[in-house]
Each structure stands twice: as C-alpha cells, then as structure tokens.
C-alpha cells in the first residue's frame, strides 16, 4: 500500500518543519515527511499483518529516516536534538 499524500498535507508538513511549504529539500521537512509516512503505514500494518510489500516500504522508510537523522546530527546537533523532540522519536 502506498502512502499518498495530499499536496496540501505535504505543504503543511514542509512548512512546520522545513521552513517553508517550497522548501521540499530540508532536511528537517524531509525526516518530518518519512516520520508521518512511517506512521501511517505502521497503522496499516497493524490491521493487515501479511501486507510483505508495505512492511519492505516500511523498513525502506525506516533506514532513509535513519540516515538523513545521521546526517542532520552530524551537519546540526542542537537542530537534531529539538527535531526529534518535536517529533517524539528515539526517547
């Protein structure tokens, strides 16, 4: 199952989290974007657990999430620590 987003959802994520709604390429908006897909999909793999496909999408996220957290806390420390507060991630 794939997670489509509305634009305007996209928009709003990349605003409270990016900068701005164009600011597509932050890293902050780009993390917050995986973070909802992650949950999303994570619901639905609740309710449909043979779902193999979506449950390789969610791992997929998982590690492009991962990787760009590696990035941003290596580029930014203090930028890390309050977006994964904000998020509510690695407690």
Do not use: P
């Not at 908006?29 to 043979?50: E, N, V």
């Not at 760009?68 to 290596?74: E, M, R, S, V």
């Amino acid at each position: 199952m794939a997670v489509y987003l509305s634009k305007e959802k996209k928009a709003e994520i990349f605003a409270e989290y990016g900068g701005s709604a164009t600011n597509t390429g932050s890293t902050e908006g780009q993390i917050a974007l995986f973070t909802y897909r992650i949950q999303q999909l994570s619901d639905h793999l609740q309710t449909h657990r043979k779902d193999h496909s979506s449950r390789k999408a969610l791992l997929s996220l998982v590690g492009q999430r991962r990787r760009h957290l590696a990035y941003l806390q290596k580029k930014d420390l203090e930028g890390y620590r309050a977006l994964i507060a904000k998020l509510g991630i690695r407690k």
